[in-house]
């Protein structure tokens, strides 16, 4: 969560002290804001063994018409360079409720050229993956919000070559704050305290807390969209594999109806 402090609040414990006092105020600000997780100085440094990740031929994804993208839209348990920590189970009530009308872009950009998969040509779950199994040389594991997605070229030709070339290493999500828990390392705020306590052990990237005494732990949040991005907040979001498919179901929309459900997206109307 990104904040912007009174210009008369300048020392770190002035900080803490705005933060605390106004929580709830930041809480209720959060919730209407949309938090795209692009990157910034001070991104997470990431350790990938690329080893792991099962080369596909360019040229030869290139001739096909469409391709099946697996891709890590956003994982829990990193500290990100919002200060946000993503809990598990965060995106669970989101996707059942309004996972239908996610939408799979580039670069948070909400038009339809901008479009790389929507409706029968996109899957949103999440499940449980090891960090090594992601080819990220940490321990444990992480609640991966996934896309299947069927990318077709006639829906974005540049976004589906970038995608056959392996040029999209990092995804970023497009949300809405619900639920979170203010964290800081410092024994005069006893309740947020508690907070860092509890919530730091599960930070996976461990060297992103020596840079801080402050984060959000995020235990709910809206998925309006998951985009292909140069740089994101979050670095450990690749994209998992990329396969040749055959679209044999694809129905083609009215334009009325591609309307109506760029408008439910972009509204988040349930």
């Keep these: ?44 440094t990431v350790l990938r063994d690329m080893n792991t990740t099962k ?25 990100d360079s919002h200060g946000d920590l993503h809990l598990n189970g965060m995106w669970d009530k989101s996707i059942k409720e309004t996972g239908s009308r996610v939408l799979h872009l580039q670069e948070h950009k909400r038009t339809f050229k901008d479009t790389i998969a929507r409706g029968k040509n996109l899957k949103v779950y999440t499940e449980t993956v090891a960090w090594k199994d992601l080819g990220f040389k940490m321990d444990g594991e992480t609640e991966v919000l996934t896309f299947d997605s069927n990318i ?39 309740v947020q305290k508690e907070n860092w306590d509890k919530y730091a052990p599960m930070v996976a990237n461990k060297s992103a807390l020596k840079s801080t005494n402050v984060f959000w732990a995020v235990s709910e949040a809206k998925v309006i969209e998951g985009s292909a991005v140069p740089l994101g907040s979050n670095s450990f979001t690749p994209t998992v594999s990329i396969k040749e498919i055959e679209v044999t179901d694809h129905v083609d929309l009215t334009d009325e109806q591609i309307k109506e459900n760029a408008t439910k997206a972009w509204l988040n109307i349930k």
Excluded: R
């Design 55 to 79: 080369a596909v031929k360019a040229e030869d994804l290139l001739e096909k018409d469409s391709i099946e993208a697996k891709l890590a839209i956003n994982t829990t348990n990193v500290l």
């Design 1 to 44: 969560m990104i904040l912007n402090y009174p210009s008369d609040v300048k020392t770190e414990k002035e900080k803490l002290d705005y933060i605390v006092k106004n929580e709830d105020l930041i809480f209720d600000q959060a919730k209407t804001m949309f938090k795209k997780a692009d990157g910034f100085g001070g991104a997470v």
């Design 152 to 190: 077709l070229k006639s829906e974005n030709d540049y976004m589906f070559g970038e995608y056959a070339k392996g040029n999209v290493s990092e995804h970023s999500v497009g949300m809405m704050y619900v639920k979170m828990a203010t964290c800081i390392n410092d024994e005069d705020y006893p």
